[in-house]
């Protein structure tokens, strides 16, 4: 059976909530989508996610929730994330924090194994190696089904495209968040892995990666301090689509997506 995951990169604020609500649905009834993986760990006001906002990702059709570096800046998500299966901390943190890193989680009958990682390249929460985390977490996802996603939260690029090819072949789709860049390198790796750098932003492109131009300029131009605010325009959901064969897990296509509060910017599917 072919399936088809969709990927969604970094939700930032309310902007990027509300568009979440407002397109989702829609979109994977109009797509066929069968799975949703979203990174929420910039919902809350930009920084961290509280469990009122991961409740709504759920209602508006999001099937499980990575989170990444900001997973722990607001409290009340902690005794939520042990409690719900279906949002993840990275799972090379290490292993007394709460909730988990991987798991498998079933809608409509298809099993995803979701394992989340955040690398150590220019990252300033020190967490262990994920190369070999990813090998521990898919062996054990391998049992219970073939259909495994990636979300490999970190800076360095070089850090992303090695972890596609380390897993190619053993993950069904890979794909890269924190940089809130969506990158043009979608395609199926030679043993069949989906794989993109970065899903990009979802939340407003009228910024400097989700804050207010004009903070951020006056930050970096004089060098004095300027609280970050969250921007408002030109709001986008930016991802990814691999369509994956669920009895094998290997990916037949992949394509960037791209959602304004108008019509799909469409992009040919990569295979």
């Keep these: 059976m072919r399936v088809k995951i969709l990927a969604i990169g970094d939700i930032v604020g309310r902007p990027g909530r509300a568009l979440v609500r407002e397109r989702l649905n829609s979109y994977r009834k109009e797509e066929g989508i069968h799975f949703v993986v979203a990174n929420a760990e910039n919902i809350a006001g930009g920084s961290g996610i509280l469990p009122e906002e991961a409740d709504e990702l759920f209602r508006s059709g999001v099937n499980a ?38 798991a498998v989680i079933e809608a409509d009958g298809l099993k995803v194994g979701v394992i989340h990682l955040q690398g150590n390249v220019f990252m300033n929460t020190p967490a262990g190696n ?40 053993r993950a069904s789709f890979v794909f890269g968040t924190h940089t809130h860049i969506q990158t043009a390198d979608e395609r199926v790796l030679p043993q069949g892995t989906a794989y993109i750098t970065d899903c990009g932003m979802t939340g407003p492109y009228e910024s400097v990666i989700g804050r207010r131009i004009d903070r951020v300029l006056h930050r970096m131009t ?40 108008g019509a799909p910017i469409p992009a040919p599917p990569v295979r």
């Design 65 to 102: 929730i990575t989170c990444g570096d900001h997973v722990w800046a607001k409290k009340e998500i902690i005794p939520y994330m042990d409690k719900t299966p279906a949002i993840f901390r990275p799972a090379n943190y290490p292993a007394e924090q709460p909730g988990r890193g991987a």
């Design 130 to 169: 994920p190369f070999k985390m990813a090998d521990t977490c898919i062996a054990e996802l391998k049992k219970l089904t073939p259909v495994i996603v990636i979300d490999m939260h970190c800076e360095a690029t070089s850090e992303k495209v090695a972890m596609g090819w380390h897993t190619d072949g």
């Design 222 to 261: 004089t060098g004095m301090p300027a609280y970050f605010e969250v921007a408002t325009g030109d709001v986008r959901i930016c991802g990814a689509v691999a369509t994956i064969d669920s009895e094998t897990g290997r990916a037949l296509e992949v394509k960037r997506v791209v959602l304004t509060q």
